[in-house]
């Protein structure tokens, strides 16, 4: 399985950004896909992870309302629209799948991109 990341880039405060993942190599459908993100000098945090349908996503709380993941399986593409962006989304921006199931845990996941940097200031 084969993860490509991209869309990151520079956005001024309440600014949005769309990051997208393309994935190859394996059956997409079979999983499940989520978004990490990481600053330097700090763990790997949970963003978002959505499952084959689409129809379920387990978002993180204190990003809800601001950043969405969808997919589209035609395409073998996941998506993170980040709206409202603030400066604490600094990060580097990573997209993983798995085929065990939701997890909030980076260890849990066995695919990873490369991570696309997406830097947020005025």
């Known amino acids: 399985v084969q993860l490509q990341a991209s869309g990151g880039g ?10 997208a993942c393309v994935v190859s190599g394996r059956a997409f459908g079979s999983l499940i896909m989520a978004w990490f993100r990481q600053v330097p000098g700090k763990e790997r945090e949970f963003v978002a992870a959505i499952n084959w349908g689409g129809t379920n996503a387990l978002d993180t709380d204190s990003l809800k309302g601001r950043f969405t993941i969808s997919r589209d399986n035609a395409k073998r593409t996941v998506y993170l629209q980040m709206n409202s962006l603030k400066l604490e989304d600094t990060a ?6 798995n085929e065990r199931g939701y997890s909030h845990y980076p260890e849990e996941y066995p695919y990873w991109g490369k991570g696309t940097q997406v830097t947020v200031s005025s």
């Open 10 to 19: 520079l956005a001024q405060p309440g600014g949005s950004l769309r990051l």
């Open 92 to 97: 580097l921006y990573y997209c993983a799948g």
